[in-house]
C-alpha cells in the first residue's frame, strides 16, 4: 500500500534515495529481527544502495541471517558485515544482482564465509585452485555445492569490479575445468577398472575451450581414447573410455536436490550426434582429412585439452592444428562461413530476434566469427593470430594490421559491453539464455548492475543498441570483405610472399621484369610497420589482380608510386584493406593502361573514390560547376582560378576512368558492364559536362579579372560536334562557337572587344602548360571557319546564316547546344538555328549530293597515309563518321516533322529514327553496335596510351591491353581485330544503303 506523503517515514525517504523500488516492503524487513543488531547502521544502508537491486540484496541478506543455525552465528555474520568493507560489498553485490546464489546461501548459510577472505585485483584463482575448492567431493551432489561456492566467491569479484569480463570469463572456464576433472574422477572412482583399461582426453570445445565461458553455458567437449597399455584391446579401451564419458556427463548435467551444473554436450564430434562418442587419435584424423565440413574446422580452433589425459590431449590438438589452418584453403571456404553465418541469423525465432543479445544481427556471434573467419584466412601464414580467445585474437588482429584500430577498439568494446551483459542476465536465475528481458525491474537491475545508475533503463537501451549497431556494422564490412576469398585462394607461399618461390612466381603470373617487381614487393613490405603489415595482406592478392591485365609490370610499378605518395596517410591502407571493392578496384585501374594512374599519380587522394559505393558515379553537372565555381571565386588570380578548375578536372576524369574501367573489367563485387551503349553514354556524358564546368569556371575567371562581376555583353558558349551532343570522348578537343549581345546602353563596338577580349584569354588560360590532359577548343565550326571573326553577335549569326549558310554548316548546327554563360543568349541562339537544322521542307537532292561529296572526300583525304582504313575508328569504313553522317542526314530531311530527330546525341537520334519507321530494326541495331564499339575503341586507346588516338595500337601490350578493356580475354586481340572489322562491314553495308543509296 502507498504511504501518504504526510505519513511517511524518514527512513522510508531515505530508502528512496538510496534507490528501493519498494522502500515500504524494505522497511518492513529492516524490521525484522533477524537485523535487529544492524538496522539503524547506516553502513548497511549505503551498501545496499550500491547495489543493482537494493530490495533483492536486502531480502537475500534477511534470508541469509534467518538460516544460520543459532543467534551466535547470527551476530558473528552480521558484526562482520559492517565491520568489513570488502565482505559487505561482495555478499552485498552477489545478493543484489543473483537471486539463484541467495538461494544458495539460505541453503548453505555457512558459505558466506567464502566472501571474507579479500583478494587484491591482481590475484585470481586458477585451475588448481578451484580443484582445491572441489577437493573433497564425493558425489554429483557435494560437487554441485561446492562448485556454488566457488561459483560465489567468482561471482563476487565480477560484481564488485575485482575482475573485468574477460578475467570473470577465464575462471569461469577455468572453474569448469577443475569441475571436468572431479567429475572424471569421481567417474573413474566409481569403475577403476575402466579407468586402469584406457587413456581418456578431454578436450574442451567453444567458449569453455576458449577461455571465456558464461555463467549458464553447455561446455562442449571432443573425447578422445586410447588402450592404457598394449595388453588391452583397443575396442575394449574404447568401451570403457566411452563408459567413463558418459558418466562424466551424467555426473555434471543431471538434476539433483541441489539443481544442475550445466550441460556437458559432445555434438561436436565427428558426426555429431550419430557418431561414436570416443574415438582413438587415429580415427580422430581420419575423420578430419576426409570427412570434416569447413565449420567443424572452425570450432576446432578453440579446441583446448582440460581433464584426464592431457599428454594424449596435447597430441590430439597438435595433430589437428595443420589441419585448422589449411582449412581456409578448402573451396568455397568463405563462402561456407559467411553462409552458416546467415543461417544462424535466418533460424532464429521472429518474436526473439531484436532481444537475441548472442546469435542476432549485432551479437556476440557477429564478433566472434568475424575474428575467427579472418583468424582463419591470415592465420595459417601468421602465427600470431592463432589465439582460442576472441579478444586476445581481435588484439592479435590489430597488432597485425589485419583489422584497423579503431575497428578493433569499438569491436572489443561492443563485445565486452554484451557479455558483462549475458553474464548479469544469466547470474540473475543462472539459468541459460541469450534474450534481454522486457520486465523494467529486470532492465533496471541490469542497467545498475553494468553502473548506469542514472536513468539506468534508458541507458541500458541506449548503450546496447549503439554496441550491438557497431559489431553489426563492422562485421559486415569483416567478414564480407572481398579481400578474404581472395586470400584464402592463395598458395601459403604467396599469402606470405615468400622470397624463394616469389620471382618464379612472378614469371608465372605474366610479370616480364621479375626482379623489378621484387625489388618493389621489398620495398613495400620492408620492416615491422603497421604500414608494411597491412601490405604483406594486401599485395599477394594484387599481384594476382595486377596479373590479370595486360601489363603487370605496370600495375605494381603504379601501385608503388602511390602507396609512396599516400604511405603516411592513415586512411589509403585501412581503406585498401576494409571497404567493399576498394582494392580489387585500385588493382584494375592501375593495371589497365596509363591515363587513369596519370591522373591519380597527381591527385591520389582520388584513391578513397574506390572505396565509396556512390564513388564512380558521375557527378551531375550542376554540382560540378558549383565547385568549380567557387573553387575560381577564392583564387587570387585567373591563372590561379584556373589551376583550381583544372584540379577538379582532373579528380573527375579520374572518377569518369576508373568507373569506365571498372564497368569493363569488372570486378568480385561488379560484373562487367553488360551494356556497352550505357557505359560510352556515361563516359560522354561525364566527360562533356565536365568540360561544360571547366569553360563555366574559365570564364568565371576572365571575367571576375578583368571587369568584376558582369560583362558589358552578355556571353555565351556554344558546344558543337561531340561537346553538343554530350559525346566527347577522354582525348577529345571541345567544339565550340562563342556569341554575345551588348547588354543595354553600351556601345556595341565597346561590347565586341569585350566579348573577344574574353574569348582570346580563355584560351590563353586553357593552353597553360599543364600535365594534366590538354582541353583545348576549336573553333573552326564559326562561320567563315578559321577566317571568320571568333566570335559574334546573333543578329550577325542571323545574318551569316539568312545569307552564306551553306549545307555542311547547317549540318554542323545539329549538335549545337548552350554548355555556359547567359542561358538566356544561349536559348536565343538556339532558337536562331532551329529553323536551319531542321528546315521545314527538309533538304533537297542537290543539298543531299553535296553532303555525300563531302563525306566522300574526308574518307579520301583524311584517313593518314600508311593506316588501315578499315580500322579508323573515325573515318574508316563503318566508323562513327559513317554512322554520324547517316543518322545527321536523317535529322536534316526530317527533324522538322519528326520530333525525337530533335537531339544532339546521335544514339538517341538513331533511336527515334527507327520509331519514325526511317529504318528497320536491324539497320538500328547493326548501326548503334557499330558507333558503340568504334566509341569504345576510341575510349579505350586514351585509357591505355595516356594520348588520344584513332586507330589500334602497333604495341603488342598496348594492343592486348585494349582487348581486355574490350572484354576479351589474354591473348586474343587478334578476335578483337577481326570482330570489329566484321561488326563495322556491317555497318558500312547500311550506310551504303541509307546514306550513299536512295532509301533516304
Known sequence: MTVPSGRRSSTFTRLLRYGFVDPSHAEKLLGEDALAAVRSDPVLLDALGAAADPDLALLGLVRLAEAQPDAEARRTLLTTLVSAKPLRDRLLGVLGASEALADHLARHPGDWKTLVTYESSDLHPDVAEFERGLADVTDPVSLRVAYRRCLLSLAARDVTGTTDVSETAAELADLATATLRTALRLAQEAAPEDAAACRLAVIAMGKCGGHELNYVSDVDVIYVGEPAHDGVDEGEAIRAATRLAAHLMRICSETTVEGTIWPVDANLRPEGRNGPLVRTLSSHLAYYHRW???????????????????????????????????????????????????????????????????????????????????????????????SPTTLAALAELADGGYIGRTDAFQLDEAYRFLRSLEHRIQLFKLRRTHLVPEDEADLRR????????????????????????????????????????????????????????????????????????LRHLEALTNGVS????????????????????????????????????????????????????????LARVLSAGRLAPDLLLRAPEAVALLGDPAGLDPRPRAQLEQEILAAVGRAETPEAGVVAARGVRRRELFRTAAADLIGSYGTEDTPAEEDHGALVDRVGSAVSDLTAATLAGTLRAVVRAGWGEELPTRFAVIGMGRFGGHELAYGSDADVLFVHAPREGVDEAEAARAANAVVAEMRRLLQLPSADPPLLIDTDLRPEGRNGPLVRTVSSYAAYYRRWSQ????????????????????????????????????????????????????????????????????????????????????????????????????????????????????????????????????????????????????????????????GYEAGHAGDMLEDYRRTTRRARGVVEELFYGAAL
Do not use: C
Not at 306 to 326: R, S
Not at 342 to 348: F, L, P, T
Not at 490 to 513: F, I, K, M, T, W
Open 292 to 386: 570434416a565440413k569447413t565449420w567443424e574446422f572452425q570450432a576446432l580452433l578453440k579446441a583446448r585439452p582440460v581433464a584426464g589425459d592431457l599428454a594424449l590431449g596435447q597430441e590430439y590438438v597438435e595433430a589437428l592444428a595443420p589441419l585448422v589452418w589449411q582449412a581456409s584453403e578448402r573451396e568455397n571456404f568463405v563462402t561456407d562461413t559467411q553462409r552458416m553465418r546467415r543461417r544462424v541469423i535466418d533460424a532464429i525465432p521472429a518474436a526473439e530476434a531484436e532481444r537475441e543479445l548472442k546469435l542476432g544481427p549485432g551479437g556476440l556471434r557477429d564478433v566472434e566469427f568475424a575474428v575467427q573467419l579472418l583468424q582463419l584466412v591470415h592465420g595459417r601464414t601468421d602465427t600470431n593470430l592463432r
Open 530 to 585: 603497421r604500414r608494411a603489415a597491412i601490405q604483406r595482406t594486401l599485395l599477394p592478392v594484387l599481384l594476382a589482380w595486377f596479373a590479370d591485365s595486360a601489363d603487370p609490370d605496370a600495375g605494381l610499378l603504379n601501385f608503388r608510386k602511390v602507396s609512396d605518395a599516400l604511405g603516411k596517410t592513415p586512411w589509403y591502407l585501412r581503406l585498401l584493406r576494409d571497404e567493399g571493392a576498394a582494392a580489387e578496384n
Open 446 to 517: 541490469l542497467g545498475r548492475s553494468l553502473g548506469l545508475r542514472t536513468e539506468p533503463i534508458a541507458s541500458l537501451l541506449k548503450e546496447w543498441k549503439r554496441h550491438s549497431g557497431a559489431a553489426r556494422r563492422i562485421h559486415e564490412k569483416l567478414f564480407y570483405r572481398p579481400l578474404l576469398d581472395a586470400v584464402a585462394h592463395l598458395a601459403p607461399g604467396e599469402a606470405g610472399l615468400s622470397p624463394a618461390a616469389a620471382r618464379d612466381r612472378l614469371v608465372a603470373l605474366g610479370y616480364a621484369d621479375p626482379a623489378a617487381a
Open 807 to 966: 549545307t555542311w554548316e547547317a549540318q554542323a548546327l545539329l549538335r549545337a547546344e548552350p554548355v555556359a554563360g547567359d542561358t538566356g543568349l544561349g536559348r536565343a541562339f538556339t532558337e536562331l538555328i532551329d529553323p536551319l537544322r531542321y528546315p521545314a521542307e527538309g533538304i533537297g537532292e542537290e543539298a543531299v549530293r553535296e553532303i555525300r561529296r563531302l563525306k566522300a572526300r574526308m574518307e579520301a583525304e583524311r584517313v593518314p597515309r600508311g593506316q588501315d582504313p578499315n580500322l579508323h575508328t573515325k573515318l574508316g569504313r563503318g566508323g562513327l563518321s559513317d554512322v554520324e553522317w547517316t543518322v545527321q542526314l536523317l535529322q536534316l530531311r526530317h527533324g522538322h516533322h519528326e520530333p525525337g530527330l530533335r537531339t544532339t546525341r546521335t544514339r538517341e537520334a538513331l533511336a527515334a529514327a527507327f520509331e519514325a519507321d526511317l529504318l528497320d530494326q536491324e539497320q538500328a541495331r547493326i548501326l548503334d553496335e557499330a558507333w558503340v564499339l568504334a566509341a569504345r575503341v576510341r575510349n579505350a586507346v586514351m585509357l591505355v596510351r595516356g594520348r588520344a588516338g584513332d586507330t589500334f595500337p602497333s604495341d603488342t601490350r598496348e594492343l592486348g591491353a585494349v582487348s581486355r578493356y574490350l
